[in-house]
């Protein structure tokens, strides 16, 4: 009984090793160490993948919830009001406009891209873009008025 045990773990080591040199040789990999340098970026790319998932999770989960704000609550902000908006954000430009008719004060700026994209959000599919800078410099302005 013990020799079959130690055959059946000599065994699975084996297939292991052949296994992990047929993965070596897949990935194009000079070495074992490689090989480990490999998957460990990968599978740091899949975490950093699995955790944006989860955050496009949580927006999605709290717009779901969302309830809108009364028109009266809206038109008794008596403060001046920047109303930011992608033009390819989660609320639409024309729900902007009226949030922003509806607003004393206010004002309406629409900038290309999604909600993450005009802020500069890390999750960004264009993270050489200008438009985040273009944004802070006219909330500067509005917020020096």
């Known amino acids: ?18 296994f ?5 040789a897949t990935i194009g990999c000079a070495s074992r ?15 950093a993948m699995t955790k944006a998932i989860s955050v496009k999770r ?7 919830k969302f309830r809108d704000w009364p028109d009266e609550d809206i038109s008794r902000t008596a403060v001046p009001t920047l109303v930011v908006v992608g033009d390819k954000d989660i609320v639409l430009p024309e729900h ?7 607003l004393p004060q206010g004002r309406l700026m629409v ?5 993450g994209e005009f802020l500069g ?4 599919t264009r993270p050489d873009s200008q438009v ?4 802070v410099k006219v909330i500067e302005e509005f917020l020096d008025q």
Do not use: C, W
Request: net charge positive.
């Open 20 to 24: 992990a040199a047929v993965l070596a």
């Open 121 to 124: 959000d890390v999750m960004t």
């Open 33 to 47: 160490l490689d090989a480990d340098d490999k998957l460990t970026k990968s599978n740091q790319e899949v975490g």
């Open 132 to 135: 985040p800078a273009a944004v």
């Open 96 to 102: 902007a406009l009226k949030m922003t008719q509806l």
């Open 1 to 18: 009984m013990k020799f079959q045990h130690i055959r059946r773990t000599s065994d699975f080591l084996r297939s292991t090793l052949v």
């Open 111 to 115: 900038v290309p891209g999604t909600h």
């Open 58 to 64: 949580e927006y999605a989960a709290r717009m779901v």
